[in-house]
């Protein structure tokens, strides 16, 4: 009887213990090289059989929540959609998301994220509220198709780990805010675009965008936040000659 | 909570080709302006009438100056490059309730150079 080989595949994993390391260092972990096993396979192995405790975040597994982002050989990655065979035969080297504080071994704290979305007033926004009984907001399904994009963003921050100018200007608002911001300003039933305005055209808001264009690049979700600012910074420009033309109209987006 | 802030590097922009890019079109600014200048000098040299151009010519024939020229060149074009690359991102042109794909709006942009482009040659050289 041939004796039963399995492929391994070694994971070298960012470690940091708070109060403990001044820095994080790298441990290696052998783990079977299985070929629907995505990085977040390997991380569970090493958990369940070989270190309980290794910290990471995860939830839906399947792409959905967001919650999985790491930097894998460099590049920010959701891990549950990274698959180990890609990286076949190894090292594959796995990090915390990049510009964010690590907490411990591959948790980020992205409180940053969370104090800056609602910012953006990231929710429909009506000047008066028509009552229930009148019924449902209708949208054509060109309408629709104007945010959709937009709206498929699971705030996985692997944008904000790819982007240079938050790394350089923390106070920048960010791809996944903006992004968000143009979901609603773009969507045929809000009227908040006006209330957005002055987040989104501040110093901290589009303009500090250089437009390297790694947000879109690493996006897992096809939104291109870099197009959603590129495109906001053209209505934020025009709105200004308009209100320099004519001061007392500030039209809807 | 102590929390671990992975330090910026000098070097950061060398980390992905993306950010190499990045920092050569910020810097292809420098060049734009010195080519802003260089216009400005052209004129003013103009303006002081013959022996004075004559005076800029050669002064712009000198090795340094059209290398530091032809570098310029290259930048700008990046910066052009680049530039019309993204405007596609910006611009969402609907024409008949259709999006205008991405390479029209790019081809329209380097259309538009070329006619530009000719107006000026053909004011210089006419
Ligand atoms: S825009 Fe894309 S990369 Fe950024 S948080 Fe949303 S889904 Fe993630
Ligand atoms: S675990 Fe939910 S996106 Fe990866």
Redesign the pocket.
């Known amino acids: 009887m041939a004796t039963e080989t399995t492929l391994e595949i070694t994971l070298e994993v960012a470690r940091y213990r708070p109060g403990v390391d001044t820095e994080p260092t790298l441990q290696s972990y052998q783990v079977p090289l299985r070929e629907h096993w995505?990085i977040?396979d390997g991380l569970t192995y090493v958990k369940d059989h070989l270190d309980g405790t290794l910290s990471f975040?995860?939830?839906?597994?399947?792409?959905?929540?967001?919650?999985?982002?790491m930097t894998v050989n460099g590049e920010p990655q959701?891990?549950?959609?990274t698959f180990l065979t890609d990286y076949a035969p190894g090292p594959i080297r796995v990090e915390p998301l990049r510009n964010f504080p690590v907490v411990r071994d591959l948790v980020v704290d992205i409180d940053d994220f969370m104090t800056k979305l609602p910012k953006v007033t990231p929710w429909l926004v009506r000047e008066v509220q028509s009552p229930v009984e009148d019924g449902e907001y209708l949208q054509t399904p060109e309408e629709l198709d104007e945010y959709q994009q937009y709206s498929m963003c699971?705030n996985?921050m692997l944008c904000y780990s790819a982007c240079p100018v938050y790394s350089l200007e923390p106070d920048f608002l960010g791809p996944a805010a903006i992004a968000l911001a143009q979901r609603y300003n773009l969507d045929s039933r809000d009227e908040g675009a006006d209330e957005r305005r002055d987040v989104l055209s501040s110093p901290e808001g589009i303009w500090a965008c250089t437009f390297v264009g790694e947000c879109s690049a690493v996006c897992?979700k096809g939104v291109d936040p870099a197009g959603a600012i590129q495109r906001y910074k053209l209505t934020a420009a025009t709105e200004s000659i308009k209100e320099l033309l004519m001061p007392r109209s500030r039209s809807r987006r | 909570m102590s929390v671990y802030q992975r330090p910026i590097h000098l070097l950061w922009w060398l980390e992905r080709r993306a950010y190499v890019l990045f920092v050569l079109r910020e810097l292809s600014s420098v060049f734009v302006a010195w080519f802003v200048v260089f216009l400005l000098l052209l004129v003013n040299a103009i303006s002081d009438g013959a022996a004075s151009y004559q005076r800029f010519v050669d002064w712009s024939g000198q090795w340094w100056v059209v290398a530091i020229n032809v570098i310029a060149m290259v930048f700008v074009l990046l910066h052009v490059v680049t530039w019309f690359g993204l405007a596609p991102r910006a611009m969402a042109i609907k024409v008949r309730g259709r999006r205008v794909p991405a390479r029209q709006v790019v081809a329209a942009h380097y259309l538009a150079w070329l006619v530009l482009s000719a107006v000026v040659a053909w004011l210089v050289l006419r």
């Open positions: 995505a977040l975040r995860w939830s839906c597994r399947m792409g959905i929540c967001g919650s999985c982002g959701l891990s549950c959609a699971i996985c897992p």
